[in-house]
């Protein structure tokens, strides 16, 4: 399976920042999600990043708020602007439609913020 | 939207037990049922899957149990062992659209 990875793996924000998490796969894939996952909670859709155009956000979520850029087959981004420590969360990107089927899902490693 | 409810949100077993997670869904629609296990501090894995079209699928311990008409879905896993301790998760997709149960802690009793 792809191989993905996430950068950074942590961070400490102070409130008010903007932090960019970048997430790449070794492989183009079709799909490429992003979740966000509370302290002890479930995975929650943010947007799915669609490639050339804006993404699809889930209500709850808006652009301003986690603006997402996915340049290419390989690659996307998730910003998360204006923080306040209620983002503070693992955030995960995930893929699906490369080399296995076209709808499981694989996790990247994960970002960890913490907004104080 | 997709509705998928989890049970129980903690279950303990002792070493060689077995131990089963429960699933429900709303969306008639989904057509794909995976689950996942997170250990603490990681990414969640996928460890077994099945499709609508199946009843039921095992690999080696673990077997999943899929009941369309009652759109439930269950995990089992047998002789449970130490390193079983994790959150599962269950999901619930149709058209890549995926939604995740609240998850489950199993924790495994030497």
């Known amino acids: 399976s792809a191989v993905i990875s996430q950068k950074p793996s942590r961070d400490i924000c102070q409130r008010g920042t903007s932090l960019t998490i970048q997430c790449q796969v070794d492989s183009q894939v079709t799909m490429m999600f992003w979740y966000r996952q509370q302290p002890g909670q479930s995975l929650t859709l943010i947007a799915t990043a669609n490639q050339g155009s804006e993404a699809t956000y889930e209500s709850g979520f808006v652009i301003d708020k986690f603006p997402i850029s996915r340049p290419n087959l390989t690659f996307s981004t998730l910003t998360v602007s204006n923080m306040s420590p209620e983002d503070s969360s693992i955030y995960l990107c995930?893929?699906?439609?490369?080399?296995?089927?076209?709808?499981?899902?694989?996790f990247g490693p994960g970002t960890r913020l913490t907004v104080l | 939207g997709e509705n998928v409810e989890q049970h129980p949100s903690t279950l303990s077993v002792q070493e060689g037990d077995s131990a089963v997670i429960k699933c429900t869904y709303s969306?008639?629609?989904?057509?794909?049922f995976p689950w996942y296990k997170q250990e603490l501090g990681k990414r969640p894995q996928l460890i077994i899957d099945?499709?609508?079209?199946?009843g039921e699928k095992k690999d080696q311990r673990i077997a999943v149990t899929l009941n369309k008409t009652a759109k439930h879905f269950s995990l089992h896993i047998t002789e449970t062992q130490p390193e079983d301790s994790a959150v599962y998760f269950c999901?619930?997709?149709?058209?890549?659209?995926?939604?995740f149960g609240a998850g489950t802690r199993l924790t495994v009793k030497p």
């Open positions: 099945i499709r609508s079209n199946v």
């Open positions: 995930s893929l699906s439609g490369g080399t296995g089927s076209t709808d499981t899902q694989y």
């Open positions: 999901a619930a997709s149709a058209n890549n659209d995926m939604r």
């Open positions: 969306d008639s629609a989904s057509n794909y």
